[in-house]
Nanobody, 122 residues
Framework: QVQLVESGGGLVQAGDSLRLSCAAS????????MGWFRQAPGKERELVAT????????YYPDSVKGRFTISRDNAKNTVYLHMNSLKPEDTAVYYC???????????????WGQGTQVTVSS
């Protein structure tokens, strides 16, 4: 079973950048597809970044496209979410999750971290 631990959240101002990290315990980390999700109070969990193919292509919703980038370092068992030009509406708890296939279907992500809070002030 993969254990995931997010870090890097915090309180920032609009326009700032943050890099979230997600460290995985599993030695076979490289075989998992990793995604980033977020959930704001009163809203459903939203997928914000995930690779769609092994060539580096990735899915981003329009709300973060051009501002967020997902990357990974298999040697460190870590996936990152680089967030630029942050907006107050990006405020949420951010989660990383692992799936065994490329997918935007939340139900296929079987392993989840505990989340890290990102708060963006205006």
């Amino acid at each position: 079973q993969v254990q995931l631990v997010e870090s890097g959240g915090g309180l920032v101002q609009a326009g700032d950048s943050l890099r979230l990290s997600c460290a995985a315990s599993e030695r076979t980390f490289s075989s998992y597809v990793m995604g980033w999700f977020r959930q704001a109070p009163g809203k459903e969990r939203e997928l914000v970044a995930t690779p769609t193919r092994s060539d580096g292509s990735a899915y981003y919703p329009d709300s973060v496209k051009g501002r967020f980038t997902i990357s990974r370092d298999n040697a460190k068992n870590t996936v990152y979410l680089h967030m630029n030009s942050l907006k107050p509406e990006d405020t949420a708890v951010y989660y990383c999750a692992a799936a065994q296939v490329f997918t935007t279907n939340t139900r296929l992500y079987h392993y989840w971290g505990q989340g890290t809070q990102v708060t963006v002030s205006s």
